[in-house]
Nanobody, 126 residues
Framework: QVQLVESGGGLVQAEGSLRLSCVAS????????VGWFRQAPGKEREFVAA????????FYTDSVKGRFTISRDNDKNTVYLQMNSLRPEDTAIYYC???????????????????WGQGTQVTVSS
């Protein structure tokens, strides 16, 4: 079992920055790819970014490329999402997810993940 807890969300003005954190506990040594998803009101949950186990691979959805950076510190069992130049359309609940099976080094689909956090709210005002 792996437990994931997100933090760092909040209210920020457009063009501002936030850094989200996701701390893993439990069988963290089994974590492979880790990712961030988001869900805006009335919309489906969507992929944002993912990082491989050794951080040698990352992948981003087009709308956040150049603005968001995903990183991980395996010694601290923590994954980060640095979000810069935030836009009102980035407003959503942000979830981190972890995969504990090999394969899909940089998972991009919800079904490729095994554990999920409870989410942290990010609100960007115009």
């Amino acid at each position: 079992q792996v437990q994931l807890v997100e933090s760092g969300g909040g209210l920020v003005q457009a063009e501002g920055s936030l850094r989200l954190s996701c701390v893993a506990s439990g069988r963290t040594g089994s974590s492979y790819g880790v990712g961030w998803f988001r869900q805006a009101p009335g919309k489906e949950r969507e992929f944002v970014a993912a990082v491989s186990r050794s951080s040698d691979n990352t992948f981003y959805t087009d709308s956040v490329k150049g603005r968001f950076t995903i990183s991980r510190d395996n010694d601290k069992n923590t994954v980060y999402l640095q979000m810069n130049s935030l836009r009102p359309e980035d407003t959503a609940i942000y979830y981190c997810a972890a995969r504990v099976r090999p394969g899909f080094p940089v998972p991009r689909l919800m079904g490729q993940y095994d554990y999920w956090g409870q989410g942290t709210q990010v609100t960007v005002s115009s």
